[in-house]
């Protein structure tokens, strides 16, 4: 079948490398790409949320699946815009519906599910500019630190962890009075703080059967011992060592089965992905956030130790025949550490030639921000690559990643040195 995959990361290079690896896919068309993907399938030349530029691609190619990688097109509603268009409502897109999609569109919807179908999470309340001074109140009530999230879409940005009540009460301000993130924070959910060790759960789900895909724990701050700025991920390491059965077990039960039950029961079509950010507070596992698409990194570690045939996966998605499936997992670790642009998140180049990539022997090169400039991989994005590697421990995958890191340059290169140093 000839498959449309949506999206330029990473996680849409890692999507890309195992279903052409699948007898089910015949062609692979990858909508923007890069340079990484443009190794292994087609690129074409549109955005994501191009949905126009999607459904005429869709007509002339003979596309028979869309895959949706990032939340913009999912929050934007791709999967409805299929479903109501009559020349391609019987093309599968494997991502949520608009409605679905608000998990992650916006944080009070996802809090209100939360509450609606029991499943654990912190205590919270949301303010907007007209009641921003409630906000500074309801502040002043709860113990440091302080988490404010914007309600929106921010590029996993929108998160901000204040020790001080001033600061945190004037950056709420700067958040909704003077729109720091933009629209995104024209409301902002205020969180009790929890504190724990995070981890990510990815369950892939037909609405009514799920998988629950392997955990892996992702790196966010831009600095080593999680110190500077958030970014999209600096790194992951999959499987998460300090998830036993047990918790496995209090995942699957209290928030897994109940997330998917509330799909069923809010009626709300959901066919793809969900990524459960959660925290281990005690041995208790407590819901941070969804996402309604995979990571990026944890994507890189994430589907490598996949066996089972993806497309086949999406597939029974695509007919609600998950249960129908075996899951395989590669038993070893697979750990990624993300090469970013010098300045990243804040102020980057690019275009920055990369050098070494044919000399990596013993691990995977997943592209990101990269695109070919007259057949030279330069760089296109503040995330470049994820050098990603096996090993029967997290420890030999990590160190293989670092040694293929110690091959590679572009220009002001920059990377953290210390990917799984705390599960040690």
């Given at each position: 079948m000839n498959i449309l995959l949506l999206g330029s990361g990473g996680r849409e290079h890692a999507f890309a490398w195992k279903m052409v690896q699948s007898p089910l896919c015949d062609t692979l068309f990858v909508a923007p790409g890069n340079a990484g993907t443009a190794a292994i399938a087609t690129n074409l030349d549109f955005s994501a949320t191009d949905f126009d530029a999607i459904k005429n691609v869709v007509l002339t190619q003979n596309i028979q699946m869309v895959v949706v990688g990032p939340e913009d097109p999912l929050v934007k509603g791709i999967y409805d815009f299929f479903l109501n268009d009559a020349a391609i409502k019987h093309i599968p897109v494997i991502g949520p519906s608009k409605i679905g999609a608000q998990l992650e569109g916006s944080k009070e919807f996802a809090k209100e599910f939360l509450i609606k179908h029991n499943i654990p999470t912190a205590a919270y309340d949301?303010?907007?500019?007209?009641?921003?001074?409630?906000?500074c109140a309801f502040l002043a009530t709860l113990q440091p630190p302080y988490v404010l999230k914007a309600d929106g879409l921010a590029a996993g940005k929108g998160v901000l962890i204040i020790h001080d009540l001033a600061e945190a009460q004037e950056e709420l301000r700067n958040m909704l009075?003077?729109?720091?993130?933009?629209?995104?924070?024209?409301?902002?959910?205020?969180?009790?703080?929890?504190?724990?060790?995070?981890?990510?759960?990815?369950?892939?789900?037909?609405?009514?059967?799920?998988?629950?895909?392997?955990?892996?724990?992702?790196?966010?701050?831009?600095?080593?011992?999680?110190?500077?700025?958030?970014?999209?991920?600096?790194?992951?390491?999959?499987?998460?060592?300090?998830?036993?059965?047990?918790?496995?077990?209090?995942?699957?039960?209290?928030?897994?089965?109940?997330?998917?039950?509330?799909?069923?029961?809010?009626?709300?079509?959901?066919?793809?992905?969900?990524?459960?950010?959660?925290?281990?507070?005690?041995?208790?596992?407590?819901?941070?956030?969804?996402?309604?698409?995979?990571?990026?990194?944890?994507?890189?570690?994430?589907?490598?130790?996949?066996?089972?045939?993806?497309?086949?996966?999406?597939?029974?998605?695509?007919?609600?025949?998950?249960?129908?499936?075996?899951?395989?997992?590669?038993?070893?670790?697979?750990?990624?550490?993300?090469?970013?642009?010098?300045?990243?998140?804040?102020?980057?180049?690019?275009?920055?030639?990369?050098?070494?990539?044919?000399?990596?022997?013993?691990?995977i090169v997943f592209h990101a921000g990269t695109k070919l400039?007259?057949?030279?991989?330069?760089?296109?994005?503040?995330?470049?690559?994820?050098?990603?590697?096996?090993?029967?421990s997290f420890q030999e995958a990590i160190k293989k990643s670092y040694q293929n890191i110690g091959k590679l340059h572009f220009d002001k290169m920059f990377f953290r040195k210390d990917i799984g140093n705390d599960l040690l």
């Open positions: 949301s303010f907007t500019a007209e009641t921003v001074e409630n906000g009075v003077h729109q720091k993130f933009g629209a995104a924070s024209a409301k902002v959910v205020i969180e009790e703080f929890l504190d724990g060790i995070e981890l990510s759960c990815f369950v892939l789900t037909d609405g009514k059967n799920y998988k629950i895909l392997p955990t892996a724990k992702d790196y966010k701050r831009i600095g080593d011992g999680d110190t500077g700025l958030n970014t999209g991920g600096m790194g992951a390491v999959s499987p998460v060592p300090y998830v036993d059965a047990v918790l496995m077990e209090k995942i699957e039960t209290r928030i897994v089965k109940p997330t998917i039950d509330g799909f069923q029961k809010d009626g709300i079509p959901y066919k793809g992905f969900v990524f459960i950010g959660l925290i281990n507070v005690n041995n208790e596992p407590i819901v941070i956030e969804y996402n309604v698409r995979m990571g990026d990194p944890e994507t890189e570690v994430v589907v490598p130790r996949l066996k089972t045939d993806l497309v086949e996966l999406f597939l029974a998605v695509a007919n609600e025949k998950l249960d129908e499936i075996t899951l395989e997992i590669d038993e070893r670790s697979a750990t990624t550490v993300m090469l970013v642009s010098g300045g990243y998140p804040e102020d980057f180049e690019k275009g920055k030639i990369i050098t070494g990539l044919e000399t990596i022997t013993d691990s400039d007259n057949d030279i991989v330069v760089s296109n994005g503040g995330r470049v690559m994820a050098i990603t590697s096996y090993g029967d």
